[in-house]
């Protein structure tokens, strides 16, 4: 039920937490990607680390990539206790409760009661006590005052979806979830700071061609602090700018977990010779090779980098395998899932007009809006075309369909895969990840093409978005781009020059 109210918004220049020597709110369209990336960065971030928990930092000789396995056998792109838990956070918020706290613990509790994998040590006190969760937590931080585990910090992403550009209302939600579970003050802080943080750089962080000051939203964050701990905190953030992560040892510990997190995002440095986004792949590559707490660091990392460079900077190489589950008795839940339940938190758990990104399927509303001819081109043994031939696709064997446009819940049924990537048909600045993309799935036609499977990329009509999808992967094949561009535009359409530029320039 939707029944939440929204505070009333501060004054941006009030010392309300916004951070210096940023641009002013980023368009819409890249805010609610950047939401979508607080939540299916960390999840990829804690499925990354999975396999690598509580081993020895890592050197450049280990390839890291989603193996599974680990101490607690995760499959591969299996998400851990810290996305499931993040998880019932997000849910209730997603569903737009006004407080979503009661609803959070009865989340944690079912998680607990599913017989989880793994259970911090903290956690699994709460959760084993019979009174309310903050009473419990309470009495648990009087009695081990020293207890400053991560396991809040690993969970609080989506508390900065709850209330955008409202950082005094995220600071009280991030302090009264951490303290369900985790209630002394390093836990507290932590989770206050990240959580203000990732709401500042959703809608405040650069465009993706400038630098970006990753430490300035979490010190202008201080203020929701209490006084007497902030410069201790400033101490901390500072040190982690300049730091090797691997330096955190003691990353099981909310502060090193902290610490090390941004380490890794703020000592890799940009890309030179791809696109701005590719940071985020890199970083959170950097956030495992740090040994230890890998899952949990990475996750943290991946909060985030996600809100930086939106969902539309995770790889598809990892969207197609990162899955979990919210407790050990539900279905199996992908990227796409994480993906539509962050974007209905950032709007207030308000779909739009048609439904989305809840509805079971936009079909009707494409025909009755859009003229129904079916078109299907083969491109080089990959098929393209629009939405009124989806249907005709599966039926011709099409086992993987990327949508870029869209999509209801139950558009294409299992065992075919089913990715929509966010590509938007209207100008470069609703798409900064638009050239990487757009390569990325060239990229990934490739595997699937290798691996013996059959493609089928669309949007509504294909007369921008698929083929600047076609001509980035002619051009992957080895066609010139003004050739890929004039054979595009013969058997589907020209795309709006900024779609061309992309196809051509990431490639």
Known sequence: ???????????????????????????????????????????CGDALGAGYEFGPSLGTEVDVHMKGGGAFDWAPGEWTDDTQLALAILAPIADGDTDPLPAIEVGFRAWFASDPADVGNQTRRALSDERPLAVAAADDAERNPGAAGNGSLMRTGPVALAHPGDPAAIAELAARVSALTHATDDCVDACVLWSVAIDATVRQAPGSAEAHDWAGPLRDALVHIPAARRATWRERIDEATTADPRQFVENGWVVHAFQAALASICSTPAPDDEPSCVHLQRALDRAVRCGGDTDTVAAIAGSLLGARWGATAVPLAWRRVVHGRRTYDAPVERAADLERLARLAHDGGRPDQQGWPGVPSLRDHYEQHFPARPLLVDVEEVRFGNVHALDRAIATDADVVVSLCRMGTAEVRPPAEHHVLGLIDSNADDNPNAAFLLTDLASTLRTLVDEGHRPFVHCVQAENRTPAAAIA????????????VERVAAALDRPQPFLVDASVTGT
């Open 1 to 43: 039920m939707n029944t939440r109210s929204h505070h009333p918004k501060h004054d941006p220049d009030g010392g309300t937490g916004r951070a210096r020597g940023v641009s002013a709110a980023a368009p819409e369209a890249v805010r609610a990607d950047r939401a979508a990336g607080v939540v299916v960065a960390s999840a």
């Open 473 to 484: 992967w002619l051009i992957a094949n080895g066609v010139g781009a003004e050739a890929a």
